[in-house]
Each structure stands twice: as C-alpha cells, then as structure tokens.
C-alpha cells in the first residue's frame, strides 16, 4: 500500500521547527506494510494543500496531515481537505459541545474562535484527540482514504496510535506484508557500501536495501516483501544474514543508532573502565559517551587538553616529545593516551588530536589531519585518519564518532575483562 504524508505550518516551511512527525508516521505505518510514496512540507496554503492532496490521492491509499487544526485563521487544513474532496464544511454540535466542556474543566471561558476547531468536510469522520483541543478527522479524497493529525507531536503521537493505526488495519487486510531490518555501521564510506552492495540497491530488488549518512555512521535498512508476514519474514532472515556476513567488519549494531551507546552497553556489561583525552574535539567524545545511563560505573575521566601546557600538566606528555613532533603527532597522541589511563586508572583510554580547521593546516598537516591514541592494559598504539570534510563542526563531530568506534573495536576480550 502507499503512503502520502503532508506536514502544514509556516513554521516548518520558514525552518523555524523541525518537521518530526512525518519520519514517525512512515516509520509506524512502514510496520503495516504502508510504503511513503512521498512527504510534501507545505506553508498555511489552503490551495497549495488541497492541490497537494488531489495530486497524491491519485497514487496514495492513505494520506496522512499533521498541522493546521487549531482555531485561528492560518489553520487551513480542514478548508484544504473540503475542498480536495469536492464539498463543503459542516459544523459538528458534539465536538463543539466536546469543546466548551474542555474549556468549562480548564475554568476559563471559552475562546470564540474556537469554533472553528468544531467545522469539519461534510461526511469526515471526527477523530478523538485526548490530549488537545483540536479534534482530528477521516475523510475521502478521490481513492485515498485521508487522515488530518494536530501539529504538535504529543497528540500526533497519541493519535496516531489510537485512531489511525486500528482503522488503517481495518481497512487493509489482506494486500503485501513487509518485514524491516536495521544495522548500523561505522568506518565505511557511502560510495564504498553501494559498490559493496551491488544489485541489494536496485530499487526493484526484493529485500530492498537502502543506507543514509551522517557522521560517518551509515544506517542501512533492509525491506522485504511478500503475500504474507511469514513469507516477508523469512525472506528478510536470508538477507539480513548475507548482510552481516559481507558488512561484518563495519557493523556495530542492529539497534543502537549512536555509536556511543553501543559501546557504553559494553563497556558496562564487561565492567571495563575508560577515560578520554581530547584535544581538537574540545570534550566532544566524553558528551557523547556520558549521555548513555549507567555510564558512571565505567567512565572514570575526560581530559580537554586543548594547549600543549595542558597536555604536559595533565597527562604528562613530555614537553620535547610536542616540540619534536608537534601536538598532532602519533607520539603525543598515544603519550596522552597513556597518560589519560595511568592517571586514572582506567584499563582503556582514547585520546584525540588533530586539526579540525578552517585554519592551521600545512602540506603536511593538512585541515581534517587526526591522531588517534589508544591505551590498553598499558600497551599503546595509534591510528591515524584524514576527513576530507571542509567543515570544522563535521571533523570534531567525524573525530568523536571515530574515538568511540575505536574503543568498541579495541576492547579487552570478555575472558580478559575483570573490575
């Protein structure tokens, strides 16, 4: 089946708000075998949206609009969705009567204007919306069974749930199954991963494979069809094992999106103690690693040692060492790494320093050049990365991602692990 989801606001079409909603609702319907045919982000344009409505009604057999259900003149959703369905609108004495009683509980008179919140297109079926004002509805637009959802995403969330979903399932019964798999994978690039994949891309290929970017880590979703959900399942079983097959060395997990979880869960579970010492990433990578609960058992310190002074007080990097080779070097970054876990304690230790630019860089150190340290049980090492991003923010963000990946692949093995 096909989806259409609209989100409506001047504030999503200006850039003023994030447009949530519509990545929720394709990823919850996508779970009832709904594929989005396309999201379409609009202003509070009665014509734009109800032309848009028309046009996906064609291809749809669902469409779903979040926003423009409140009661001030912008709110043009329910005009929009009338005049799409060739009618007019009608007003409704139980969800205005609905109306005043929440207003009457709130103690405070009710707003004239929001009346408006009660008209709804002739024949629309209302949808309860427990958590707000703004009732929501169901109506036809040509083929396309069309749901209008508030804008805020609490009560879209809610409704969604409780409204859409039970009538969607209703509605469709039979037609195709879908069964989804996710990984994720850090290390590899974009490019690499498509000629990796081969003819998995092809957009007729059933399971579909796609992949999007960002920070370097890759997230790959895998969608398989069939008549139904056993079938679709084990289909999605036989690729999803090829998957981890070819990507093995890349993937990092199948339900931890960030990095940063997925080696805290470890680092907890094994009981392995870290701490981090960082230079260009300016305390980045401890943000990231710290944001996972329970963090705190195994995370002894962060160094932000972003001058060199800081780097000899702190961690003891030899002062000649940074004169010698400079502070992005692989002597000082496997010295600060080693000085990082010997001044805590910590069995493992990441440091990083590099050049994140838009100044400083050389020939021969250019704008994107890190150092990696690495400390294990005492023993040291380095690694050394080049991102050839022109972005300051996106070489820290990039470095910090690299440093945990790091730490996930270097772990002490579970025999070794000890408190």
Known sequence: MRLGIVATGDELATGSCVDTNSAAIAARLLELGFETERIVVLGDDEEALAATLVELSARCDAIVVTGGLGPTLDDVTRSAAARAAGTDLELSEAALAELREWWGRSRRPFPASNERQAWFPRG????????????GFQCRVGR??????????????????????PRLRAAWTGGESLSRAGFYLFGLSESAFADQSGAWMDRAANPLLGVTAKGGVLTARIVARAADQRSAAALLAGRAQEFRERFAEWIFSETDADPAFALGRKLIERKITVAIAESCTGGLVAEKLTRVPGISAVFERGYVTYSNRAKSELLRVPEPL????????????????KGAAESSGARLAVSVTGIAGPDGGTAEKPVGLVWFGLSIDGRTSSVERRFAVRSRELIREFAANTALDLLRRNLPAERDAGG
């Open 322 to 337: 940074i004169e010698r080779h400079g502070a992005v070097s692989a002597e000082v970054a496997e010295a600060m790494a």
């Open 144 to 165: 396309a069974l069309v749901f209008a959802l508030p804008g805020p995403p609490r009560e879209m969330h809610g409704m969604l749930e409780s409204e859409v979903v």
């Open 124 to 135: 629309a079926e209302i949808l309860k919306n427990p958590l707000g004002t703004a009732p």
